[in-house]
């Protein structure tokens, strides 16, 4: 996606940009480089009937990953201007085990989390963790860390400095709650493994993906494009978590859509359109269970999601008083008048809200996997392995099946990369789809040198057609602006394969790396004709983008994020292949290669970020008072809005995890009782700093009431803590009137 992945687009302030010498590292290389900012199934459901359906150790857990949810940076489009106002879902991961019944060592944990991307240094703390509560169980070789690939996140978990740029550094808060809600998730995954059986099918889902860069879509050749029906794969895979009497304890599904149904105007932390299913999904079985005490826990995995986009409705100038306004956008480089600033992709409920789009695309995969799950599954049957090593994709020299020697290149981002993309696009005349050698505006060509070292004449040839924009493999003040070294991992279960992938794939690529390595499983012998590949990702690691070399020489913005060269996809598909073996049956002789891990960054690093001084409420009043109350005159109805204002203090002083910032709460039997919390999207939950010298603040809570929801009494309560200026934190709570809602 967009800038590393932040990449969705690149909004700045050409004023504040350029402000001096001591900006170009505060202010212009914070902006610049805000700048910057897998798979499914093969397209027919190879069947396994006609074997039995083994049984397997099974464990599935969810943990809350909610980081501070105003005053920090949003994870995604790279906007400094995208600072979290509030939350609307909370993010959360959901880790699946799987361990065979006669050898428990052998095993594998798939972690599916709320997030942008999986990160290096959040990874390693979390292998950490578990690996030392669970000597030899949990190790780094079957841990997958996968981000569902979402925008509405909480930002500055990344270790590297590119990530950073817009989040002002490291928000080592953020990177915490990701650490421990996985952490929870697992263990939670642990305590109730149990025996049952896995069975896996897909299905088509026609109206939840587009591809957004259609035209190097149409680089790769006529022949192989003529093997598909669509420049996007439509297939969603599900592997069906069952107990030993075959009842559903969860699932696994993969699927390509980005994560941008809610937009870089969106300020309330959510968890896009995935998380939206899998909410939808778990309320669907538990309807009586709050969000994130499910014992169903449905998990939504990204695919090859790299040109995908949820923004079904296409791309079209927003130009008022422009001929062009309400156009399509320009089809090879998705400009309008020739900038890229006014062509935005719209969701299938754009008139409405993005909201609305996110519930759509989001109830879109909650039907496919419903279809999925209620349909015929077939069993999956044979060994659990994982295989994990790392790769130094600076210069990784290897052999293509021609025979001829290739290499990958030091990482580095090319202009079209700074042009965004339709689900946010770039700003001043950085457009897609250029792969100029001349030089580029002269601004930028000065102000790049500043922000990342001028490329070298090799680098330039190895990253050919890529004019750079962006030096980041060799910029490495205060520390690594990007990831050199990478994670390569396969897992397996039976004849099922996952590509965990450290970067996101675009369509082609994701089918090319998805046919080679099941071929290579298949002529290895280690997997029959039945064998099933999907890949998932941005994972463990974020290497930004991995296309096709056709889709590379077009240079739009996922070829312009392929940050190793044209060479990326071939390098994965030969370093995947290499590991094949380490997935046998049989224990493989030797071990696999692997370069050094990456150094670690998360020590050194920066945060500008300010931290709560303190809290005070107005004179005469006190924390969680009301300000502005519910109404009491008359009864709300379904589809109104009830809202309700309170004196609050800093969310950051307490993320509540695995708590509630608010609560609705209906009258039973006398007795109050929570029905709704944070984690409904039927909730808002909103902070207002007031003033920022005399620390007051309030709170918007709002619930707007669902179809058939019961008639009755109800209350707004609002859950805070507060800093005071010398003393500990403290927590308060706030109650509205109570309300009445009719039938």
Same mark, same amino acid.
């Given at each position: 996606?967009?800038?590393?992945?932040?990449? +969705?687009?690149?909004?700045?302030?050409?004023?504040?940009?350029?402000?001096?010498?001591?900006?170009?590292?505060?202010?212009?290389?914070?902006?610049?480089?805000?700048?910057?900012?897998?798979?499914?199934?093969?397209?027919?459901?190879?069947?396994?009937?006609?074997?039995?359906?083994?049984?397997?150790?099974?464990?599935?857990?969810?943990?809350?990953?909610?980081?501070?949810?105003?005053?920090?940076?949003?994870?995604?489009?790279?906007?400094?201007?995208?600072?979290?106002?509030?939350?609307?879902?909370?993010?959360?991961?959901?880790?699946?085990?799987?361990?065979?019944?006669?050898?428990?060592?052998?095993?594998?944990?798939?972690?599916?989390?709320?997030?942008?991307?999986?990160?290096?240094?959040?990874?390693?703390?979390?292998?950490?963790?578990?690996?030392?509560?669970?000597?030899?169980?949990?190790?780094?070789?079957?841990?997958?860390?996968?981000?569902?690939?979402?925008?509405?996140?909480?930002?500055?978990?990344?270790?590297?400095?590119?990530?950073?740029?817009?989040?002002?550094?490291?928000?080592?808060?953020?990177?915490?709650?990701?650490?421990?809600?996985?952490?929870?998730?697992?263990?939670?995954?642990?305590?109730?493994?149990?025996?049952?059986?896995?069975?896996?099918?897909?299905?088509?889902?026609?109206?939840?993906?587009?591809?957004?860069?259609?035209?190097?879509?149409?680089?790769?050749?006529?022949?192989?494009?003529?093997?598909?029906?669509?420049?996007?794969?439509?297939?969603?895979?599900?592997?069906?978590?069952?107990?030993?009497?075959?009842?559903?304890?969860?699932?696994?599904?993969?699927?390509?859509?980005?994560?941008?149904?809610?937009?870089?105007?969106?300020?309330?932390?959510?968890?896009?359109?995935?998380?939206?299913?899998?909410?939808?999904?778990?309320?669907?079985?538990?309807?009586?269970?709050?969000?994130?005490?499910?014992?169903?826990?449905?998990?939504?995995?990204?695919?090859?999601?790299?040109?995908?986009?949820?923004?079904?409705?296409?791309?079209?100038?927003?130009?008022?008083?422009?001929p062009f306004d309400g156009m399509a956008c320009e089809f090879n480089h998705s400009t309008c008048g020739g900038t890229a600033q006014d062509?935005?992709?719209?969701?299938?409920?754009?008139?409405?809200?993005?909201?609305?789009?996110?519930?759509?695309?989001?109830?879109?995969?909650?039907?496919?996997?419903?279809?999925?799950?209620?349909?015929?599954?077939?069993?999956?049957?044979?060994?659990?392995?994982?295989?994990?090593?790392?790769?130094?994709?600076?210069?990784?020299?290897?052999?293509?099946?021609?025979?001829?020697?290739?290499?990958?290149?030091?990482?580095?981002?090319?202009?079209?990369?700074?042009?965004?993309?339709?689900?946010?696009?770039?700003?001043?005349?950085?457009?897609?789809?250029?792969?100029?050698?001349?030089?580029?505006?002269?601004?930028?060509?000065?102000?790049?040198?500043?922000?990342?070292?001028?490329?070298?004449?090799?680098?330039?040839?190895?990253? +050919?057609?890529?004019?750079?924009?962006?030096?980041?493999?060799?910029?490495?003040?205060?520390?690594?602006?990007?990831?050199?070294?990478?994670?390569?991992?396969?897992?397996?279960?039976?004849?099922?394969?996952?590509?965990?992938?450290?970067?996101?794939?675009?369509?082609?690529?994701?089918?090319?790396?998805?046919?080679?390595?099941?071929?290579?499983?298949?002529?290895?012998?280690?997997?029959?004709?039945?064998?099933?590949?999907?890949?998932?990702?941005?994972?463990?690691?974020?290497?930004?983008?991995?296309?096709?070399?056709?889709?590379?020489?077009?240079?739009?913005?996922?070829?312009?994020?392929?940050?190793?060269?044209?060479?990326?996809?071939?390098?994965?598909?030969?370093?995947?292949?290499?590991?094949?073996?380490?997935?046998?049956?049989?224990?493989?002789?030797?071990?696999?290669?692997?370069?050094?891990?990456?150094?670690?960054?998360?020590?050194?690093?920066?945060?500008?970020?300010?931290?709560?001084?303190?809290?005070?409420?107005?004179?005469?009043?006190?924390?969680?008072?009301?300000?502005?109350?519910?109404?009491?005159?008359?009864?709300?109805?379904?589809?109104?809005?009830?809202?309700?204002?309170?004196?609050?203090?800093?969310?950051?002083?307490?993320?509540?995890?695995?708590?509630?910032?608010?609560?609705?709460?209906?009258?039973?039997?006398?007795?109050?009782?929570?029905?709704?919390?944070?984690?409904?999207?039927?909730?808002?939950?909103?902070?207002?700093?007031?003033?920022?010298?005399?620390?007051?603040?309030?709170?918007?809570?709002?619930?707007?009431?669902?179809?058939?929801?019961?008639?009755?009494?109800?209350?707004?309560?609002?859950?805070?803590?507060?800093?005071?200026?010398?003393?500990?934190?403290?927590?308060?709570?706030?109650?509205?009137?109570?309300?009445?809602?009719?039938?």
């Amino acid at each position: 996606m967009p800038l590393l992945a932040f990449h +969705d687009h690149l909004p700045v302030d050409f004023l504040e940009l350029v402000r001096g010498l001591y900006d170009s590292m505060t202010g212009l290389v914070w902006y610049l480089t805000a700048f910057l900012a897998s798979s499914s199934l093969f397209p027919q459901n190879v069947g396994i009937l006609g074997v039995d359906a083994q049984s397997y150790l099974l464990g599935l857990g969810v943990g809350d990953i909610t980081g501070p949810v105003v005053e920090t940076n949003m994870m995604g489009y790279a906007s400094l201007a995208q600072t979290d106002t509030g939350l609307h879902m909370r993010q959360r991961s959901r880790a699946f085990i799987i361990a065979e019944t006669e050898n428990t060592n052998n095993r594998l944990v798939f972690i599916n989390a709320d997030i942008a991307m999986g990160d290096t240094g959040v990874r390693r703390s979390i292998v950490s963790q578990l690996t030392s509560q669970f000597p030899g169980v949990y190790t780094n070789e079957n841990i997958a860390f996968v981000g569902t690939h979402q925008h509405a996140g909480v930002g500055g978990y990344l270790e590297n400095v590119l990530p950073q740029i817009t989040s002002l550094g490291y928000v080592k808060q953020t990177a915490d709650a990701i650490v421990a809600g996985t952490v929870l998730a697992v263990k939670r995954a642990h305590a109730n493994i149990a025996p049952g059986k896995l069975s896996l099918g897909n299905t088509t889902i026609l109206d939840a993906n587009i591809n957004r860069s259609p035209s190097a879509y149409l680089a790769n050749p006529a022949a192989e494009r003529a093997r598909y029906q669509f420049d996007q794969d439509k297939d969603m895979t599900l592997l069906r978590f069952d107990d030993a009497n075959g009842k559903a304890r969860g699932f696994l599904s993969f699927f390509a859509v980005h994560g941008t149904s809610l937009y870089e105007n969106n300020t309330l932390v959510s968890a896009d359109n995935k998380g939206m299913a899998a909410y939808l999904y778990e309320a669907s079985v538990e309807p009586s269970a709050m969000p994130g005490n499910t014992t169903f826990i449905a998990g939504f995995t990204q695919a090859n999601v790299g040109d995908t986009s949820p923004n079904t409705m296409g791309a079209f100038c927003e130009s008022p008083g422009q001929p062009f306004d309400g156009m399509a956008c320009e089809f090879n480089h998705s400009t309008c008048g020739g900038t890229a600033q006014d062509c935005h992709g719209r969701g299938p409920g754009f008139r409405i809200s993005d909201f609305e789009s996110n519930r759509i695309i989001g109830e879109a995969q909650f039907k496919g996997a419903q279809t999925i799950i209620n349909g015929k599954l077939s069993p999956v049957s044979g060994s659990v392995r994982s295989v994990h090593v790392y790769l130094n994709m600076a210069n990784h020299t290897f052999s293509l099946p021609n025979g001829t020697t290739a290499r990958t290149c030091p990482p580095a981002l090319g202009f079209s990369f700074a042009g965004g993309t339709t689900d946010g696009p770039g700003a001043f005349d950085f457009t897609q789809g250029d792969n100029s050698s001349q030089p580029q505006n002269p601004f930028w060509e000065l102000v790049k040198g500043v922000v990342t070292p001028f490329p070298s004449s090799d680098q330039i040839a190895c990253q +050919d057609p890529k004019p750079i924009l962006l030096n980041v493999g060799f910029a490495h003040t205060p520390y690594e602006w990007s990831p050199s070294t990478v994670d390569i991992q396969i897992l397996r279960v039976g004849n099922f394969v996952m590509l965990i992938m450290p970067g996101e794939l675009t369509t082609m690529a994701g089918r090319r790396i998805r046919e080679a390595i099941r071929a290579k499983l298949i002529s290895s012998g280690i997997i029959g004709s039945n064998a099933y590949v999907v890949v998932a990702g941005p994972a463990n690691t974020y290497g930004h983008y991995i296309t096709t070399r056709e889709e590379y020489g077009v240079q739009r913005y996922e070829g312009a994020s392929t940050l190793y060269g044209p060479y990326t996809l071939e390098a994965y598909i030969e370093k995947y292949s290499s590991l094949v073996p380490f997935l046998a049956d049989s224990e493989p002789s030797g071990t696999p290669v692997s370069d050094a891990p990456p150094a670690e960054q998360t020590s050194k690093a920066i945060s500008l970020q300010t931290p709560v001084v303190f809290d005070a409420a107005p004179i005469g009043k006190s924390f969680g008072d009301v300000l502005t109350d519910v109404r009491t005159s008359s009864p709300y109805r379904a589809g109104e809005t009830v809202t309700a204002q309170f004196v609050g203090a800093n969310p950051r002083n307490n993320l509540r995890l695995e708590g509630t910032f608010l609560s609705v709460e209906q009258s039973v039997s006398g007795q109050f009782q929570a029905v709704r919390s944070d984690s409904h999207p039927s909730t808002i939950y909103r902070w207002k700093r007031e003033s920022t010298i005399l620390g007051t603040s309030s709170v918007d809570i709002s619930w707007t009431i669902e179809p058939g929801t019961p008639a009755g009494s109800y209350r707004l309560r609002y859950i805070g803590d507060h800093k005071p200026l010398i003393g500990s934190i403290a927590s308060f709570t706030g109650t509205s009137s109570i309300f009445t809602v009719a039938a």
